[in-house]
């Protein structure tokens, strides 16, 4: 099993000079220590994500700062921007990194995000658009040239500078929800980035079997990857890090339930998400789901816990088929106690590859 580290904070402290302490202090340590893979997502308009709105921007720190760890984007929201801009800009960061990017794509489901798109009729379209400008970004990354029109009408050859490290790009396809997503990254021979948020462990195991026989059908070689973000905190014993991450992680998930309460009819791991009526919602409902889905998370769907619990949390996933798990770390608990985690978080990975 291989582990990366996932970043995905709740911006909550609005300023202050230290917001990516963290984050450059455990890709550091990270690169270090064995893990293979850093992952920074992308997020506009809201605070939960909002540190990282361009995920090559950040990438690129990181690329500076470390030397063998892999620099992933998880993910780019593809139907919000030219390939050729994704492919320029993360050519730089392989450059940086010599040769470490591979790039998480998705085709997006906030419709506020696609006021940056040059057009924002893609929202509804976005899905077509995501598999064409995942197939024109592999090409722009091999070199090809890309026919386009110029504002003088005339039709040109675009090649992407600078040219990248590596021949070809890894790329993952973010799914959860949707079985059909799966088998799609399957047959384009993409890895997968995936989460628990609307699907089950068992869900997900049922989807890794249609995606590595969606891989095989289509006659690639190997299997693919499929990389699971869990929160992580790993101390003593369950009791501690149930009382060190409950109220964190509680506000943090305040901050998920929000994103998705204002855009409800497009969230797309709900099901008859537009059925549903947010607006009679009391206070004490809803500290009673943030509490409840806490719990769901330390039961059956996170990396939370003591040793062993986490060390059978990631042989049941081992079983499954998962090739990584990406710990999402930056969910509210202090920085120190976080530093504290990674290296029992590292105790775990070295016996579960014992």
């Given at each position: 099993?291989?582990?990366?580290?996932?970043?995905?904070?709740?911006?909550?402290?609005?300023?202050?000079?230290?917001?990516?302490?963290?984050?450059?202090?455990?890709?550091?340590?990270?690169?270090?220590?064995?893990?293979?893979?850093?992952?920074?997502?992308?997020?506009?308009?809201?605070?939960?994500?909002?540190?990282?709105?361009?995920?090559?921007?950040?990438?690129?720190?990181?690329?500076?700062?470390?030397?063998?760890?892999?620099?992933?984007?998880?993910?780019?929201?593809?139907?919000?921007?030219?390939?050729?801009?994704?492919?320029?800009?993360?050519?730089?960061?392989?450059?940086?990194?010599?040769?470490?990017?591979?790039?998480?794509?998705?085709?997006?489901?906030?419709?506020?995000?696609?006021?940056?798109?040059?057009?924002?009729?893609?929202?509804?379209?976005?899905?077509?658009?995501?598999?064409?400008?995942?197939?024109?970004?592999?090409?722009?990354?091999?070199?090809?040239?890309?026919?386009?029109?110029?504002?003088?009408?005339?039709?040109?050859?675009?090649?992407?500078?600078?040219?990248?490290?590596?021949?070809?790009?890894?790329?993952?396809?973010?799914?959860?929800?949707?079985?059909?997503?799966?088998?799609?990254?399957?047959?384009?021979?993409?890895?997968?980035?995936?989460?628990?948020?609307?699907?089950?462990?068992?869900?997900?195991?049922?989807?890794?079997?249609?995606?590595?026989?969606?891989?095989?059908?289509?006659?690639?070689?190997?299997?693919?990857?499929?990389?699971?973000?869990?929160?992580?905190?790993?101390?003593?014993?369950?009791?501690?890090?149930?009382?060190?991450?409950?109220?964190?992680?509680?506000?943090?998930?305040?901050?998920?339930?929000?994103?998705?309460?204002?855009?409800?009819?497009?969230?797309?791991?709900?099901?008859?998400?537009?059925?549903?009526?947010?607006?009679?919602?009391?206070?004490?409902?809803?500290?009673?789901?943030?509490?409840?889905?806490?719990?769901?998370?330390?039961?059956?769907?996170?990396?939370?816990?003591?040793?062993?619990?986490c060390l059978g949390m990631v042989d049941q996933l081992a079983q499954m088929d998962v090739d990584e798990v990406a710990c999402l770390i930056d969910f509210g608990v202090p920085e120190d106690a976080v530093m504290?985690?990674?290296?029992?978080?590292?105790?775990?990975?070295i016996l579960a590859n014992s």
């Amino acid at each position: 099993m291989d582990f990366g580290l996932f970043y995905f904070a709740n911006d909550e402290k609005g300023g202050g000079r230290d917001k990516y302490d963290l984050i450059l202090k455990s890709a550091k340590w990270a690169d270090q220590n064995g893990f293979v893979r850093l992952w920074t997502p992308e997020r506009h308009f809201h605070s939960f994500g909002g540190l990282s709105p361009n995920p090559s921007v950040l990438a690129s720190a990181l690329a500076a700062t470390t030397e063998n760890i892999q620099i992933c984007s998880g993910s780019v929201v593809l139907p919000l921007h030219d390939p050729i801009r994704v492919a320029e800009e993360w050519a730089v960061v392989d450059n940086i990194s010599n040769g470490r990017v591979g790039l998480g794509v998705a085709c997006g489901w906030v419709p506020n995000d696609f006021v940056i798109s040059q057009n924002q009729d893609q929202f509804d379209c976005r899905k077509e658009t995501f598999a064409k400008h995942t197939a024109t970004l592999r090409d722009l990354w091999r070199g090809k040239p890309h026919r386009v029109t110029n504002p003088m009408g005339e039709e040109i050859d675009v090649q992407t500078l600078p040219r990248p490290i590596q021949e070809e790009v890894p790329i993952w396809i973010t799914a959860a929800a949707n079985p059909d997503t799966f088998r799609q990254a399957g047959a384009m021979g993409a890895n997968i980035l995936t989460h628990l948020l609307g699907q089950t462990v068992q869900e997900l195991e049922e989807k890794i079997v249609r995606y590595r026989q969606a891989w095989a059908d289509a006659g690639h070689s190997g299997q693919g990857v499929v990389s699971l973000m869990l929160h992580t905190f790993i101390g003593d014993s369950d009791e501690s890090v149930h009382e060190i991450v409950r109220d964190p992680m509680k506000r943090y998930l305040a901050g998920s339930l929000n994103l998705a309460a204002a855009n409800i009819a497009s969230v797309p791991f709900l099901k008859d998400a537009d059925k549903i009526d947010v607006g009679g919602l009391t206070d004490d409902i809803v500290d009673q789901t943030l509490e409840a889905s806490f719990e769901k998370y330390f039961n059956m769907a996170g990396l939370l816990g003591s040793y062993e619990k986490c060390l059978g949390m990631v042989d049941q996933l081992a079983q499954m088929d998962v090739d990584e798990v990406a710990c999402l770390i930056d969910f509210g608990v202090p920085e120190d106690a976080v530093m504290q985690s990674l290296e029992k978080l590292n105790v775990v990975r070295i016996l579960a590859n014992s």
